[in-house]
T-cell receptor, first 114, second 113 residues
Framework: AQSVTQLDSQVPVFEEAPVELRCNYS??????LFWYVQYPNQGLQLLLK??????LVKGINGFEAEFNKSQTSFHLRKPSVHISDTAEYFC????????????FGPGTSLSVIP | NAGVTQTPKFRVLKTGQSMTLLCAQD?????MYWYRQDPGMGLRLIHY???????AKGEVPDGYNVSRLKKQNFLLGLESAAPSQTSVYFC????????????FGPGTRLLVL
């Protein structure tokens, strides 16, 4: 079975400080990995995804994530956050060979403090 | 393009009542999904469809039914609502499964009393 763990349910950070949101996954088969962001009262939108190739993936709004197969992690980072980054962030995985295996983590609430 | 739209945005039901949530997408996507979002649990897949006329169960299908009569529409039905179905419901669509980005609607907030 597959699972996604987001170790921090809430992350407060001061504006212009760096941030890392942690994601670990468990799977015995190959997966694709995603980070989605949900702004208040909105649906989710894709930040970035890892399919294959370079383990460092760059996304929108200055975010990036690094795939680490040995540590089964896919942590999200941003060197300098803005107030507008306040949102819920979800890590997700999908199984490459399956049609019904899209699993979301519980989410991390990022609060940027002015 | 409107992307993915959901109707209604908010609804209050009494236990035992029925309702249908409508999802529409204008991106010509083959795949459509219904999720529910509950605090601390992320998103859980209720049902999904891989094309017009097809539906399949996801992780938490009990108490829900779906239909995909037209490619652009995916309906989620609650035949007899229960308080446990109080949640935020999101519809999403994608060109294919697995590696493709899912595009989400704005959500429907459902309160079952």
């Amino acid at each position: 079975a597959q699972s996604v763990t987001q170790l921090d349910s809430q992350v407060p950070v001061f504006e212009e400080a760096p941030v890392e949101l942690r994601c670990n996954y468990s799977s015995s088969v190959s997966v694709y990995l995603f980070w989605y962001v949900q702004y208040p009262n909105q649906g989710l939108q894709l930040l970035l995804k890892y399919l294959s190739g370079s383990t460092l993936v760059k996304g929108i709004n200055g975010f990036e994530a690094e795939f680490n197969k040995s540590q089964t992690s896919f942590h999200l980072r941003k060197p300098s956050v803005h107030i507008s980054d306040t949102a819920e962030y979800f890590c997700a995985l999908s199984v490459k060979t399956s049609y019904d295996k899209v699993i979301f983590g519980p989410g991390t609430s990022l609060s940027v403090i002015p | 393009n409107a992307g993915v739209t959901q109707t209604p945005k908010f609804r209050v039901l009494k236990t035992g009542q029925s309702m249908t949530l409508l999802c529409a997408q204008d991106m010509n996507h083959e795949y459509m999904y219904w999720y529910r979002q509950d605090p601390g649990m992320g998103l859980r897949l209720i049902h999904y469809s891989v094309g017009e006329g097809t539906t399949a169960k996801g992780e938490v299908p009990d108490g829900y039914n779906v239909s995909r009569l037209k490619k652009q529409n995916f309906l989620l039905g609650l035949e007899s609502a229960a308080p446990s179905q109080t949640s935020v419901y999101f519809c999403a669509s994608s060109a294919f499964w697995s590696e493709e980005t899912q595009y989400f609607g704005p959500g429907t907030r459902l309160l079952v009393l």
